[in-house]
């Protein structure tokens, strides 16, 4: 359990350390700070989006230290001394990822609010297993919800995105 001092209203803060898209950062937070919060409101990482809340919906999935995981069911101290990486560091430069290239190619874009987990889900997918069947690929994102019905082309996308032929 990370450090704690106890501020002025007798609410203990902890202080953690969190490596986040390659960059270190340190800061004070409340026992209760789920990560998804932390990620958005103390580092500005708006991209990871806030949905049901609940670890329903997969919108706030991101990867901690390669694996995809709600970012709502999880505390900030809980990350304490671990890496994540968020849809801000899955493209750190101006070009996009091979993942991003194909959910525009193919149309798996929608509203977008599902988007970056279901990109997260799929490069961690990916990651593990570069040439995944259509089966894993629903698999994989079983857990993020579409609620424009596009997992035809999301589907499309991520097996495009793996260099399979797509039909």
Known sequence: MPNFITDKDGIKRYLITIKVNGDEYTRLVKANTLLVNFLRDELDLTGTKRGCELGDCGSCTVLLEGKPI?????????????????????????????????????????CGYCTPGMIMSAKALLARNPKPTEYEVREAIAGNLCRCTGYVNIVKAIMAASGQEVQ
């Open 70 to 110: 709600n970012s709502c069911l999880m505390l900030a101290v809980e990350a304490d001394g671990r890496e994540i990486t968020t849809i801000e560091g899955v493209a750190p430069t101006a070009e996009l990822d091979i993942v991003q290239e194909k959910f525009i190619e193919y149309g798996g874009l929608q």
